[in-house]
């Protein structure tokens, strides 16, 4: 019950701080009914203080007390704190941008640095705006100090990242104390402030009461400075407890006082006016004991307040000593602010103001307590212990066991004992925090001071930023491993390495337990070092081995860091034994090294170093440059040997090399024996065990492990020395022979002798595209490689393989020389083969060469015309000639025949032979001359060479490839058997190879050369930077070299190349000028050096970095700098291009230079200064939307700009500017934007400057509403926009012109509508439809205003289905309406469609025969019972207008349809009739359910209406008129509707109407002009009259009306052969019809067999031309294009589809396409036709595509045919329909003074006259009369003459 008393309390206020949660089960059972009792009476007493307030009251049986209040000091807790919520705290720990705050029950927050007081924050903003830091402001340090209390409060708590919660306080006196006013004030009352200024009498301290101003004059402050302050001023910021002296003018003046002693004396007393919503923490007051419980006392103070006191803050000396109304001095803690619960402390250091809590012992932290005792246990907060001193300590819930699942709350019953960690101490508990874990008590680290430097910690990776790897080590401890520790080498990527959560091994650099600050190493060899630690200067002996970490190199030696920032130099002359000359190339910063200490001064902290470690040796831990020294070395790389092959591998050759007498082992890679992959394999093959190779190279030695090489380009660039030993003497542009290492998706990879290896991308690794880069190279392919760049930090080089970028230029001599080497490499794989006495196979190969002759016998034909032979000559070898090479010979195995050796391949033991006459006839030896041109003719293509004969018979080899690299062909480029090439002889003398030897003539290749980008050439001149000596600020004269559009290369020696930028010409640069322009090549100048550019990257290099001196040099030529003001932006030492960025504030404005337009990105480059890079994005080019346009042409490379920054880009590392200012997107405000999203039926999305959108509706695209108004927008086009408004971040803008041009003159056809106030009754307004709902048509009249239709005010007619609204109404349909009515409380407005209202055509055609509403319907007034009949009469003609169709199909059955309740507007008269009416309802509902199981389609929504074809203007479709309304029909109606007994005048009544109607439907039958109403009716009909279609399609429609789709299909094909076959266009009707009927209702198969047949059936041009027509009216789009392509193929020299399909193409807006189809028409028709074309195109773009296009097409056709008058009267009529006057007249001009006979000049000079009669004034007319009389004159003259 005690809990169901907390959880639901009975009205009243709550009376108990239930901070906790339920109370423990035990003492909830003994304390039941005493709980019970005690809350009743509490709330009979019902206390009248403050409201919500906790008012305890004193009860005498002590017993029940005790036990009752268990629940009410639970300890403050995470959970029970809320903002706003004031606290005392006392501050725990200082820095720079927070204090950490000591709040009671072990809880911490923190005040960030914003957070202090106005004045402070003030302050910083003032020192970040200005970038300076100024003199008054103080850091936190300098006036905060640990142990001092402050008054806080909670602004936010919040989750950490790490799911921790952390409290946010703020001790800004507004927040504290904003519960105080002015009047509240009073003296004698202790408040927080803080000093806001200091003045000369005094300070003004800010105390956060608006409208007082509070002075604390100087004495009063005296003693306060000499005790705490030391004499020191007081800081603005300061935290100050002050005494109210003398409150002045209502409290809006103060004086204060913080002398110590009267704040330490001070007392909260009931005259200070304090209440409960302006009490305030740290406030000492007398207060009551209430109730003492063992776990917390209730006390009251200032006479009517309650609050509490927890275990925790009881007085340790007197915990169990308190007794009831026992009157104890207490100290606020906090005050909830909504529960209003005050929570005191009791303890003796908080009950002075302005002291401070003790201190714990330093020992006694980290300390292990093997026995301490609970003494108190909290469900929510956890435990609280006596220790072993007998002071209390607490542990928290979460430091009690290893998790919350294996906590047992058992074990923590009082007395129970524990063994725990002292970890923490809690200031304002003057309490230890304590902790159980096992994992805390064993851990080797707690805090920051139990690290020590050199200690292996083990941690996980938190976060990877850009100064370091952050780590932790245990809960409270992070460490931080600086970018260059993350590893052995310096990483360019870490996250490749470390993820998040990894565990790590680290060792610790330095440790600063004060700034909690620990730096850490990865690098292993640090790590996992046996050496001493060196971490002070004194532990330095001469002699001392250790290992440390180079941090500079420099030409002066190296500095080499150890543990705790000790540093050392090692001279140059230590560095090695051998000397080192550029010591910055052999080292590199954070390399480990092992050094020996030769000399330390501790004091002057000096250390001198040596990497000569006299006690070992061989140095372990050596960078990879320092060079071996292994003794067992034997070889060098680069020495040659000669070797034997001992073994041979899949791979290589095992051999032995023979200087050695056979003991060393070596291994040749078969990739490594020739140059040429071909000879790879042949050595291989042709090599056997015992044979000698002489001159092999070393190719790398790893003891014993020797690999060797027998590439001659490899071996002669070694011997030649053009190879680099180490990283270090590598330089872009160099060319170096390797091989290829690998080859991967991405690039290959090259080895060079001495083991660098480097990539060529794939970009880079031909001038061909790459595809696949494995069709490129192989494995071990030689090849020549250029060195593009080096990254020395990662020791990575990038390599171009292009042929274009590697090769001399001469192929012809590179080619020759690859030749010459394979026929070299081939003669020595012969003489290898001679030796082979006992292989008669190798001998026979040995004699074969080509051009030798063989007699042979034809041995097989393949299928593929090839031939084998054999001979005597060949035995053991493969003879082949290809069919080309049979010449015209028929030959047939047996056969005898003579041939001439081409090629012979030894590796398959294969000769390839010609049997061509051309070839084997002899002609008389012909003297070749050296490098003479032939035409040769290729008879047979190796892998390596090909072999061509000449025209003197004899045969040459040319080679493949042109270069090494030259690897890859496409098929079109490969040379093919039989072709014919232009060759150059390079050997006229026969040899052993049995060819001469010839190279093909450069200029039949193609030599592809890849073209430079333009943003290449960035700075091409200066290839490779040169070393030079030049530093900041250097005067330098040079000569221009040459001038681009933003930089000007300046050559200051013969080696040395300098750059310019643009913004570094002129002091002031005139804008749109080209300042680079004003320098001219040759010409001298003077500059200065004001940085350097890496010439790899191209990135601005500070004067700082270590690359500099191999930098090409920034030069600026300003008068100013070379004066001598350096500009200080390019001297920032090392500062990223984030800080420089930062330079530039929003808004300024700035001088740039073009570098680009970027198409693809849409923004404009620009360059401001060297270093400095900007973008303009579209939209901030220009105001004008022409240049917006195109602005590719408006802006020139190197042109001046004046634009102002709008910030800095997503990357940070570019300035985003604008042209145009920074536009405010303010309502009124015209701006540029581009169409980025165009939405039908509502309008575009557009893209406005400054990447913010806005929307335009359709109703302000334009003044004029168009039928299609967003045809003209498409994405991407520029536009002109009006804002609208501007609300919420939403932009709405308008496109009329008479927003963006209001002066302009144009008529606005459409006004703007924007509120109903507009809209006037009988007002004709234009709309778009928005939709078409069972409540009627909603018309939209603008963005926010819709107008409703109701359908009897849509058209005359009687409509029964929605959907035929929806077809005439579709979304977007442009109206004109008129104005009903106005309800302006309601937003509503009525309209009206009806063609009586607007003048307009009705929307639904008359074609479709839908009854007219008659006169009948209108309302008679009269007596009631008239008025009754009337009425069922509507209804049921309301009823009809839904059932007839059913009705009609099954005459017998009468079925009633529900009423369309939203039709006709009828008003009911008659209650009665009202609930009649519903009755009838309900009924017709369960009918129409019955119906709708029966009917056989149910995807069929048959309109009544139904069009078959637009020729025939549609038939009149039969529906039963109002008047033949059914009486019966009615009778049954009645006898639902009135279920009363009717009375005998009704009977009589009723009979009388029944007779009435009976003669009218005998009357209507006899009636001759009467229409058809069943099935039998249409049958007699078509019986007599078989042939005629309309009767048959009014059937069809009959039955498509009762949706009986099948009856119609059958009606159809009855019809097809009832109709005679000499009425065609009769048949072709029904035809028509069927394919209307299979497109609405059937599939496209069921229409394409209809269509197939009617073809056959019917002239095929019409079915066709129909079918097109029936697929546009339905939207069938698409159908219909691919039609109209089949008829233009069938149909190609019939003139009217050509034209169909332009009428077709213009109604869809495509005129590009109509534009291209009169080119086709013009090439498939005949010429005679081709003026009528063009006339009847020029007509239709007239009237539905592009008029301009149209008149140049007249015009065009009128220069060519002059004469034509028919044309001229064609274009006359449409000029007049759709041109202006001066058009027409200059037409009637150019027509009356042509040459044509007297009686066409007649009929123009006729027309002329009219048309000036009709239009123009009596001036004209005279003119034209004039003319014609002229024209009379001349033509008789002429006739005389």
């Known amino acids: 019950m005690a809990s169901m008393e907390e959880n639901f309390p009975r009205g009243g206020t709550q009376k108990k701080p239930t901070e906790g949660k339920t109370p423990k089960p035990k003492i909830e059972q003994d304390n039941l009914f005493d ?240 209440t409960l919503s302006n009490l305030l923490p740290g406030l000492v007051v007398k207060a009551r004991v209430q109730k003492v419980a063992p776990l917390g006392i209730t006390l009251s103070f200032l006479s009517s307040f309650t609050g509490i006191v927890d275990f925790m803050h009881m007085d340790p000396k007197k915990s169990m000593n308190y007794s009831p109304n026992q009157v104890v001095k207490a100290c606020i803690l906090s005050i909830h602010p909504t529960s209003k619960v005050v929570r005191l402390t009791l303890r003796q250091a908080f009950l002075h103001p302005g002291g401070s809590p003790n201190q714990l012992s330093n020992d006694r932290m980290g300390a292990v307590v093997e026995e301490s005792t609970v003494k108190a246990f909290f469900k929510q907060f956890g435990a609280i212990f006596e220790l072993d001193d007998g002071s209390l300590a607490f542990a928290r819930l979460k430091h009690l066991s290893k998790t919350r699942k294996s906590f047992k709350p058992a074990a923590f019953k009082t007395g129970c004992k524990h063994k725990c960690r002292i970890i923490d101490y809690s200031l304002m508990d003057e309490m230890c925090v304590l902790s159980l874990k096992y ?28 100064i370091g790897m952050q780590v932790k080590v245990t809960d409270g401890i992070k460490g ?29 650099l330095e440790c600063r337990p004060a700034e909690r600050r620990l730096i850490l190493t990865l690098k292993k060899t640090l790590v996992q070092s046996k050496l001493p630690v060196l971490s002070n200067y004194e532990d330095a002996k001469p002699g001392l081995i250790t290992h440390g970490f180079v941090v500079c190199a420099r030409e002066f030696g190296c500095i080499v860091k150890f543990y705790n920032d000790v540093k050392g130099l090692v001279p140059k002359n230590e560095l090695s034994s051998e000397p080192i000359s550029c010591p910055e190339e052999v080292f590199h910063e954070g390399q480990v090294v092992k050094v020996m200490v030769l000399k330390c001064e501790p004091q002057q902290e000096r250390l001198l170093l040596s990497f000569k470690l006299t006690s070992k040796p061989v140095p372990e831990g050596k960078s990879e440059h320092t060079p071996k020294k292994n003794q067992q070395v034997k070889y060098a790389i680069g020495e040659m040997v000669d070797v034997k092959v001992l073994k041979k591998k899949e791979n290589g050759l095992e051999v032995s090399i023979l200087e050695d007498e056979g003991k060393v082992i070596a291994s040749l890679p078969t990739v490594y024996v020739s140059d040429f992959v071909a000879n790879c394999k042949l050595l291989w093959h042709c090599l056997q065990e015992g044979d000698v190779l002489p001159r092999v190279m070393c190719l ?123 026929f070299k490499e081939m003669k020595e794989i012969w003489n290898l083969l001679r030796r082979r006495e006992e292989s008669s196979t190798a001998r026979s190969l040995c004699e074969l060469v080509p051009g030798k002759e063989l007699q042979l016998v034809v041995q097989d034909v393949k299928e593929d015309g090839s031939a084998l032979f054999s001979g005597s000559s060949v035995t053991g070898l493969t003879v082949t000639a290809t069919r080309y090479h049979l010449g015209d010979k028929s030959i047939v195995p047996g056969e005898k025949a003579k041939g001439l050796v081409l090629h012979v391949d030894a590796l398959t033991s294969t000769v390839y032979v010609s049997l061509r006459e051309e070839l084997l006839k002899q002609r008389a030896k012909q003297r070749l001359m050296e490098n003479s041109q032939h035409a040769a003719i290729v008879q047979h293509i190796a892998e390596e060479f090909a072999v061509v004969s000449l025209e003197t018979g004899q045969l040459a080899a040319i080679p493949i490839a042109s270069h090494f690299n030259d690897t890859f062909r496409f098929d079109s480029e490969k040379l093919k058997v039989g ?240 042209l145009t200012g920074i536009q405010s997107l303010e309502q009124g405000i015209i701006t540029v934007g581009m169409v980025a999203k165009v939405t039908p039926h509502v309008g575009l999305t557009i893209t406005l400057p400054g990447g913010k959108t806005g929307k335009v509706s359709i109703f302000h695209l334009s003044d004029t509403y168009t039928e299609k108004p967003l045809g003209d927008f498409r994405i991407g086009k520029i536009v002109r926009c009006y804002i609208l408004c501007n609300e919420n971040g939403k932009i709405q803008l308008s496109l009329r012109q008479s927003r963006l041009n209001p002066k302009s003159s144009n008529k606005v056809e459409d006004a703007e509508i924007t509120c109903i ?63 009903l009515g106005v309800n302006r409380e309601e937003n509503h407005v009525e309209l009206s469609l009806l063609p009586e209202d607007t003048g307009m055509p009705c929307i639904l055609p008359e074609s479709l025969g839908l009854p007219r509403y008659d006169a009948e319907e209108e309302r ?267 008829m233009l193929k069938r149909f190609r020299q019939e003139k009217s589809v050509w034209l169909k399909y332009a009428s077709f193409l213009l109604k869809q807006g495509q005129t590009e396409a109509t534009h291209r189809l009169l080119e086709r028409a013009l090439k498939a028709l005949p010429a005679k036709e081709h003026v009528d074309v063009i006339s009847k195109f020029a007509q239709l773009e007239f009237r539905f595509g592009d008029p301009e296009h149209a008149k140049a097409l007249f015009e065009s056709t009128l220069t060519s045919y002059p004469k034509r008058t028919d044309i001229w009267s064609i274009y006359m009529d449409i000029m007049i329909k759709h041109g202006s006057q001066k058009e027409v007249r200059d037409i009637f001009e150019r027509v009356i003074h042509l040459s044509l006979a007297p009686k066409r000049m007649k009929f123009f000079f006729k027309r002329y006259l009219d048309y000036e009669k009709r239009y123009g004034t009596a001036e004209t007319v005279l003119a034209v009369k004039t003319a014609a009389l002229e024209y009379v004159e001349a033509k008789s003259s002429l006739a005389e003459s």
């Open 35 to 274: 709980i019970h009792h005690e809350e009743q009476t509490q709330k009979r007493k019902g206390s009248q203080g403050d409201q919500g307030k906790q008012k305890k009251k004193f009860k005498p049986d002590q017993k029940a007390t005790f036990k009752d209040s268990v629940t009410n000091f639970e300890p403050l807790t995470v959970e029970g704190l809320c903002e706003g919520m004031l606290l005392l705290g006392c501050i725990k720990e200082v820095s720079d941008f927070e204090l950490v705050i000591s709040l009671p029950n072990g809880l911490s927050g923190f005040v960030p640095v914003t957070q202090i007081s106005d004045a402070y924050s003030k302050m910083l903003s003032e020192q970040v705006a200005e970038g300076e830091l100024l003199e008054d402001l103080n850091s936190l340090s300098d006036m905060y100090s640990p142990g001092t209390l402050v008054r806080c409060i909670v602004t936010s708590v919040e989750k950490s990242a790490d799911g921790r919660q952390s409290i946010k306080l703020s001790i800004n006196p507004k927040k504290v104390n904003k519960g105080l006013n002015a009047s509240a004030l009073a003296s004698g009352m202790l408040l927080s402030g803080l000093v806001s200024s200091v003045e000369d009498h005094g300070y003004l301290i800010d105390i956060g009461v608006s409208g007082t101003n509070a002075f604390l004059p100087r004495q009063k402050a005296q003693n306060y400075l000499k005790l705490v302050k030391k004499g020191l001023d007081l800081k603005v910021g300061q935290n100050l407890n002050c005494v109210i002296e003398e409150v002045k003018n209502e409290g809006r003046i103060v004086r204060l006082s913080i002398d110590r002693s009267e704040v330490a004396a001070s007392l909260a007393t009931e005259r200070q006016n304090w």
């Open 439 to 466: 994992q805390i008590i064993e851990a080797q680290f707690l805090q920051y001071r139990d690290v020590h430097t050199g200690d292996v910690v083990k941690g996980k990776v938190l976060a990877l930023k850009p």
């Open 480 to 508: 931080l491993v600086p970018s260059m520790h993350l590893a052995d080498m310096i990483l360019k990527q870490p996250e490749k390495k470390y993820n998040m959560g990894d565990e790590v091994r680290c060792r610790v």
């Open 700 to 822: 790398s030695d790893k003891g014993e492990h020797i690999i060797l090489s027998r590439k001659s380009a490899v071996i002669s660039a070694v011997q030649e020395e053009q190879v680099v030993r180490s990283f270090s003497e590598i330089q872009p542009g160099m060319l170096l022979t390797g091989y290829v290492r690998n080859v991967m998706p991405f690039g290959v990879f090259v080895e060079f002798p001495f083991g660098l290896t480097g990539l060529a991308p794939k970009v880079s690794m031909s001038d061909k595209f790459v595809t696949d880069t494995k069709d490129h190279f192989v494995v071990g392919q030689t090849v020549i490689a250029k060195v593009m760049s080096i990254d020395e930090e990662k020791q990575r080089v990038l390599l171009n393989l292009k042929v274009s970028e590697c090769s001399s230029g001469n192929s012809a001599v590179e080619s020759f020389a690859l030749l010459s080497q394979y």
């Open 979 to 1218: 072709q014919t090439v232009s060759v150059t002889l390079k050997t006229v003398k026969g040899n052993d190879h049995g060819v001469l030897l010839a190279v093909q003539d450069p200029a039949k290749k193609n030599v592809f050369v890849r073209v430079r980008k333009e943003s290449e050439t960035a700075l091409e001149e200066t290839l490779t930077a040169v070393k030079h000596s030049l530093s900041l600020g250097d005067i330098v004269t040079g000569t221009v070299k040459s001038v681009k559009p933003t930089h000007v290369t300046v050559a200051i020696d013969d080696k040395l190349t300098g750059s310019i930028h643009a913004s570094r010409i002129l002091d002031e640069v005139p804008i749109d000028s080209f300042p680079t322009y004003t320098l001219k090549a040759g010409q001298k100048v003077t500059a200065r050096v004001i940085g350097g550019r890496d010439v790899n990257t191209h990135r601005y290099l500070p004067i700082t970095h270590p690359h500099f001196t191999r930098s090409v040099p920034e030069l600026s030529i300003r008068p100013s700098e070379i004066e001598g003001k350096v500009t200080t932006m390019l001297n920032l030492k090392g500062e990223s291009a984030l800080k420089k960025l930062g330079l530039y504030k929003v808004g300024q404005t700035v001088t740039c230079f073009v570098k680009k337009y970027n198409t693809l990105k849409n923004w404009l480059e620009v360059e401001v200064t060297p270093d400095i890079r900007g973008r303009v994005p579209h939209l901030l080019l220009s105001l004008n939307t022409k240049v917006l346009k195109h602005p590719e042409k408006s802006f020139k490379n190197g042109q001046a700009l004046s634009a102002t920054v709008t910030g800095t880009d997503v990357t940070e590392t570019n300035l985003c500017l604008s």
């Open 1317 to 1379: 106030k507009d809209v006037k009754k009988g007002q004709l307004v234009r709309g778009y439809v928005k939709s078409v709902t069972p409540s009627g048509v909603f018309f939209g009249l603008s963005t926010s205003l819709l107008g409703r239709i109701l359908f009897q005010n849509v058209s005359p007619y009687f409509v029964q289905k929605h959907s035929l609204y929806e077809r005439y109404l579709p979304e977007g349909k442009l109206l004109t309406a008129k104005v």
């Open 1420 to 1686: 008679r007034e009269g007596e009631d019972k008239e008025k009754r009949e009337e009425f069922k009469k509507l209804k049921a003609k309301r009823r009809r207008g839904n059932s007839e169709s059913e009705q009609e199909a099954k005459p017998k059955k009468r079925k009633i349809c529900p009423a369309d309740e939203n039709d006709s507007g009828v008003e009911v008269f008659c209650r009665e009739e009202e609930e009649d009416d519903q009755g009838e309802e309900d009924t017709a509902k369960k009918k129409s359910k019955q119906l709708k199981k029966r009917s056989e389609a149910p995807r069929l929504q048959v309109s009544t209406g139904f069009t078959w074809d637009e020729d025939m203007n549609a038939v009149d479709v039969p529906v039963l008129s109002r008047k033949e309304s059914s009486e019966s029909e009615e009778e049954e109606e009645d006898l639902q509707s009135k279920p009363k007994k009717q009375t005998k005048k009704e009977k009589e009544l009723e009979k009388e109407k029944m007779e009435k109607e009976l003669c009218k439907i005998e009357a209507a039958l006899m009636d001759p002009s009467r229409q058809p109403q069943t099935a039998d009716d249409f049958d007699r009909l078509v019986l007599s009259s078989p042939n005629s279609s309309i009767l048959w399609l009014q059937y069809m429609a009959f039955h498509l009306q009762a949706t009986e789709i099948e009856k119609a299909r059958a009606v159809a094909e009855r019809a097809l052969k009832t109709i005679s076959f000499r009425e065609e266009q009769e048949k072709l009707n029904v035809w028509v019809a069927l394919l209307n009927l299979e497109n609405m209702y059937g599939t496209e198969e069921t229409l394409m067999k209809v269509f197939e047949r009617a073809v056959q059936y019917n002239e095929p041009l019409k079915v066709f031309q129909h079918l097109c027509d029936i697929y546009a009216n339905s939207e069938k789009y698409k159908q219909a294009e691919e039609l109209y392509h089949t």
